[in-house]
């Protein structure tokens, strides 16, 4: 099965595409993505994919985490999230430790969104969350941004207590993917508790990394949006 996934996503290849996204993704020497490769496939293609083979192996998994291509492993984790989702408490656990001892590997911000909060949030949301707060404060970039982003299970169940606390030790993070993500998540709890992200911006909004107020506060009105985009300013 292993060797018809990679023949299938050999087979899609576009090299049009794939330098869009190697340019997209920030591939070149001294960026985020340096030495990803990409052969050009759609997230669609994958999902697709991911649904026709989703029995591998968790050797087999790691087989396409190790690869430097990225649909490989995009591929790999869209699979392992469908796994997680239809496995018996047990194996869950087994998975989510798979997931956690391959961080290294879910290195760009597509893979960690496209897994973080479906696998280890959804695990976490009735479990001591202390790994989070590990993860928070890693040298690792992908693994603070699995942090944040694993806590939009809390958030869609209401709980957002963990996402402010992570948002606050992740404030003066230097990285804009960080800023971007905590931003996207604190959005995500205004959207269900306007009170909550509002308390939380009267503390800190002019401490805040500008793109993290202007993703978290992007749903305002105008008015509103000013009055914090001025708090900033001072």
Do not use: C
Request: overall charge positive.
């Amino acid at each position: 099965m292993f060797s018809l996934l990679q023949t299938d996503l050999q087979h899609l290849t576009n090299p049009e595409k794939a330098v869009i996204y190697a340019s997209f993704f920030k591939t070149g020497k001294g960026e985020y993505g340096e030495s990803d490769q990409f052969l050009g496939l759609t997230v669609p293609q994958q999902r697709i994919l991911a649904k026709k083979y989703i029995t591998p192996s968790l050797e087999e998994i790691h087989s396409l985490l190790q690869s430097p291509i990225h649909e490989y492993r995009l591929t790999a984790l869209l699979i392992l999230v469908l796994q997680y989702h239809k496995a018996v408490p047990q194996d869950k656990e087994k998975i989510v430790q798979f997931y956690l001892a391959h961080t290294k590997q879910i290195n760009n911000w597509d893979l960690v969104d496209t897994s973080a909060d479906k696998i280890l949030g959804h695990y976490l949301l009735d479990k001591d969350k202390t790994v989070l707060f590990k993860l928070a404060h890693s040298s690792n970039l992908w693994e603070r941004r699995i942090a944040i982003v694993a806590t939009f299970a809390f958030i869609k169940q209401n709980q957002f207590q963990e996402t402010i606390h992570i948002a606050e030790l992740l404030l003066h993070d230097s990285h804009d993917l960080i800023h971007k993500a905590v931003g996207w998540m604190l959005r995500e709890v205004g959207k269900r508790d306007k009170v909550t992200l509002e308390t939380f911006l009267q503390k800190h909004a002019t401490k805040m990394p500008r793109t993290m107020l202007r993703y978290a506060i992007e749903k305002f009105p105008e008015p509103k949006r000013k009055y914090y985009l001025q708090k900033k300013a001072i």
